[in-house]
């Protein structure tokens, strides 16, 4: 084989060859400085440096580079075991928004304070509707309840004026509800009764769809006088928690939200297939194999897995006002 064919050979095989790494801005969306968007726009805007030198779109990051932003820095491959997951009973005549031109109360101004972390809104609620909101500190947990195709459950108790009829009923629950933005449709429908000219619905959908259920409830001419978020995926509102506070879970209730999403799953899939020699590892110390989570063991949001005690351990810590 002469040289010129070699190095055709060799170009061949790099270009085949597998990128290493993982891009900047995914890393530090799972670290828990933002979005991947806001991240994405952080390289562009040069606040953001990868072993010193300016950071740019498309980079990739190995474990050991050293990433720095907003006065922060973290070290590739050094995951963070502390994801933190906040519950706060979201009252009506708050923005879940940390800019806003009309200087309404946030959300966020009620959330314990963080030190080299910020608080991700999981999802939001408008400004007149109330129940649970969740915040966490890890971006790819946020991620992954807020993504459509995970079909994350989100259930509301909702109370219209009037009364569904049976033709309505069937329409959300089979024909869909055709709305500007296409059409919706409820997986789960209840009457929960009512008294006068008010009537309760529990409603369930997997979209978060900028103010869904009420506009489904408009298009039926039926305006909502008060909506309530009581459960996202497998975290229910917990009844003691009252308007205007937050409750910390625990590290086992957060395992268990980490698990039922898959990120624990990944990891531990992560460490079994590095190589031996990336491992860190000291001589003669025996390596500890992962804890099993084959298939079967793990169930996405989308499999409609029943909530838990999640949000409504006795474990979590709670603060805040009563309002």
């Known amino acids: 084989m002469n040289e010129q064919d070699l190095e055709q050979d060799l170009e061949l095989d790099s270009e085949h060859a597998p990128e290493q790494g993982e891009r900047l801005q995914k890393v530090m969306a799972q670290a828990g400085f933002g979005s991947r968007r806001a991240m994405e ?51 009506e005549g708050e923005i879940v928004s940390r800019d806003d031109p009309e200087k309404r109360t946030s959300v966020f101004d009620k959330l314990p304070k963080l030190r080299g972390k910020k608080w991700i809104a999981i999802g939001r609620l408008d400004f007149n509707t109330s129940g649970l909101l969740i915040f966490t500190t890890s971006g790819e947990l946020a991620n992954r309840l807020m993504h459509p195709r995970f079909e994350v459950e989100r259930e509301y108790a909702v109370r219209v004026q009037g009364t569904m009829t049976d033709e309505q009923i069937a329409k959300v629950l089979k024909d869909g509800v055709e709305l500007e933005d296409g059409p919706v449709t409820f997986e789960r429908l209840e009457d929960q009764g009512g008294e006068g000219f008010n009537h309760w619905y529990k409603v369930m959908l997997k979209e978060g769809r900028n103010r869904i259920v009420r506009r489904t409830f408009d298009a039926l001419a039926l305006p909502v006088s008060r909506l309530i978020r009581v459960r996202f995926g497998i975290i229910n509102l917990p009844p003691r928690l009252k308007r205007g506070m937050t409750a910390e879970l625990g590290e086992a209730e957060v395992a268990q939200v980490l698990d039922w999403v898959g990120i624990a799953a990944e990891v531990a899939e992560q460490v079994a297939q590095r190589p031996a020699e990336q491992k860190n590892t000291a001589p003669g110390r025996p390596t500890r194999r992962p804890v099993d989570r084959s298939p079967g063991a793990h169930r996405s949001p989308a499999g409609g897995r029943p909530a838990s005690r999640a949000g409504g351990a006795g474990r979590s810590r709670t603060s805040g006002t009563k309002r």
């Open 41 to 91: 726009e952080w390289i562009a805007q040069g606040r953001v440096s990868v072993n010193g030198e300016p950071a740019t779109l498309g980079m990739r990051v190995v474990e050991g580079d050293l990433v720095r932003a907003e006065r922060r820095t973290i070290r590739v491959g050094e995951r963070d075991h502390t994801a933190r997951v906040l519950l706060y009973h979201k009252p």
